[in-house]
């Protein structure tokens, strides 16, 4: 059964730091990408960022580009997002989700719990 | 980026009943959509795939049809626990994008 596990959440201050976790089990970790959504309160849904099965690779959403860092270690089964320079409008729940394949695209199949995060003085 | 439009904002249907949820993209985006189901306090489910893709397990009341820039989403017969939100998602560009959500209430 797929797990995904987020931790790290929780309150900052505007142009603070946080670096959440998500710790993954019970699939080939190493062979899939894997993506960070957010979601504000009472809101929908925002692609945040993907990075590659080997995390060779990541791409961010315009949003959060240059303030936001997406890595893996693969040895872990764990993923990171280091979070500088937070807004107010990063507030939200952060979702861990593992990539699947259709046709040679990848999409959010199995979602974590999620963690919370909190931008405010 | 593609702008991702559902309609009806909110949908009032009784137990029972048949619900249609439309999805409309900006842009084709062929068949690479997909349908999320969330519930609130809960993560989104993934409920289809390739727009007509039943997930692992997914009872056979759920069905999406479309391709390009229009698709649909429709529950045959709803149970108490489809009262949710519904999100439409396309992953045929980047940046991934989500529609607004339809809630589907009861009525």
């Known amino acids: 059964e797929v797990q995904l596990l987020e931790s790290g959440g929780g309150l900052v201050q505007p142009g603070g730091s946080l670096r959440l976790s998500c710790a993954a089990s019970?699939?080939?970790?190493?062979?899939?990408?894997m993506s960070w959504v957010r979601q504000a309160p009472g809101k929908g849904l925002e692609w945040v960022s993907t990075i590659s099965d080997s995390g060779g690779s990541a791409y961010y959403a315009d949003s959060v580009k240059g303030r936001f860092t997406f890595s893996r270690d693969n040895s872990k089964n764990t993923l990171y997002l280091q979070m500088n320079s937070l807004r107010a409008e990063d507030t939200a729940v952060y979702y861990c989700a593992k990539a699947e394949r259709f046709a040679g695209y990848s999409f959010p199949g199995n979602w974590g719990q999620g963690t919370l995060v909190t931008v405010s003085s | 980026e593609i702008v991702m439009t559902q309609s009806p904002a909110t949908l009032s249907v009784s137990p029972g009943e048949r619900a249609t949820l439309s999805c409309r993209a900006s842009q084709s985006v062929s068949s690479n959509l997909a349908w999320y189901q969330q519930t609130p306090g809960q993560a989104p489910r993934l409920l289809i795939y390739?727009?007509?893709t039943r997930a692992t397990g997914l009872p056979a009341r759920f069905s999406g049809s479309g391709s390009g820039t229009e698709f649909t989403l429709t529950i045959s017969s709803l149970q108490s626990e489809d009262f949710a939100v519904y999100y439409c998602?396309?992953?045929?560009?980047?940046?991934?994008?989500f529609g607004q959500g339809t809630k589907v209430e009861i009525k």
């Open positions: 998602q396309q992953f045929n560009n980047w940046p991934w994008t």
């Open positions: 019970g699939f080939t970790f190493n062979s899939y990408a």
């Open positions: 390739g727009a007509s």
